[in-house]
């Protein structure tokens, strides 16, 4: 994001720390939109909790 010019929202480094941080265990992913705002939730391979949110 930097090389490009876009600033990295708030949390995001800690988002792609936490999914660096399962390794190689299957991550699902869960998209939610409204009107103004899209969120990517990262859910474990048990789903039983959020690994992240961006």
């Given at each position: 994001m930097l090389d490009t010019g876009v600033a990295p929202r708030p949390g995001?480094?800690?988002a792609v720390d936490r999914l660096?941080?399962?390794?190689?265990a299957r991550i699902?992913?869960?998209?939610?939109?409204g009107s103004q705002r899209r969120f990517i939730?990262?859910?474990?391979?048990?789903l039983t909790r959020s690994v992240a949110c961006m």
């Open positions: 995001l480094a800690a660096f941080a399962e390794g190689t699902y992913l869960a998209t939610i939109t939730v990262s859910l474990s391979e048990d």
